[in-house]
């Protein structure tokens, strides 16, 4: 068998192994993303029936399903996309913040040092979604 031949072979089957490979990772993929999509929407359902049969919501349980809200968006935009929205993660994180911030003052009645550095890092996180929300174009690198 002379060279040439053998680099054609070589490449019919990396070709091969790779659509095998790429079509394992999609589904892989998918099937992720399902699963995280429907464990959302269960600890969702599970939050959302503790406060029916607690016969109320708290504000820390209703920005709790905001956070589910959020994750589920994301899950959303991810399948469409193939993109992870960094936004999201950091709403989450602000809205997960905030939730702390509430649970505290009704837990302690009082505003201390720990609300200060949440608020601050509620803050910085609020500013970093405006530094991400519009990537730089590119006549701004010329």
Same mark, same amino acid.
């Given at each position: 068998?002379?060279? @040439?031949?053998? @680099? #054609?072979?070589? #490449?019919?089957?990396? %070709? ?7 079509? /394992? ?17 269960? %600890?969702? &359902? ?5 406060? *029916? /049969? #607690? ?18 968006? *994301? +899950? ?7 993109? *992870? ?14 939730? /702390? +911030?509430?649970?505290? +003052?009704?837990?302690?009645? @009082?505003?201390?040092?720990? *609300?200060?550095? &949440? %608020? ?10 405006? &530094?991400?929300?519009?990537?730089? %174009? ?5």
């Amino acid at each position: 068998m002379d060279s @040439e031949h053998f @680099e #054609q072979v070589h #490449q019919r089957w990396k %070709s091969r192994v790779d659509t095998i490979g790429n079509l /394992l990772i999609e589904i892989f993929h998918y099937l992720a993303l399902f699963v995280i999509g429907a464990s959302v929407v269960w %600890s969702g &359902v599970i939050a959302y029936g503790g406060m *029916m /049969l #607690q016969g109320h919501a708290t504000i820390g349980d209703i920005l709790l399903l905001f956070i589910y809200l959020e994750l589920g968006a *994301m +899950v959303g935009i991810y399948f469409k996309t193939n993109a *992870m929205p960094v936004r999201c993660l950091i709403y989450i994180a602000i809205t997960a913040l905030a939730r /702390l +911030v509430i649970a505290d +003052v009704q837990a302690h009645h @009082e505003a201390g040092m720990g *609300m200060l550095w &949440v %608020s601050a890092a509620i803050l910085l996180l609020a500013i970093a979604t405006r &530094v991400i929300r519009k990537p730089p %174009s590119e006549s701004e690198y010329h």
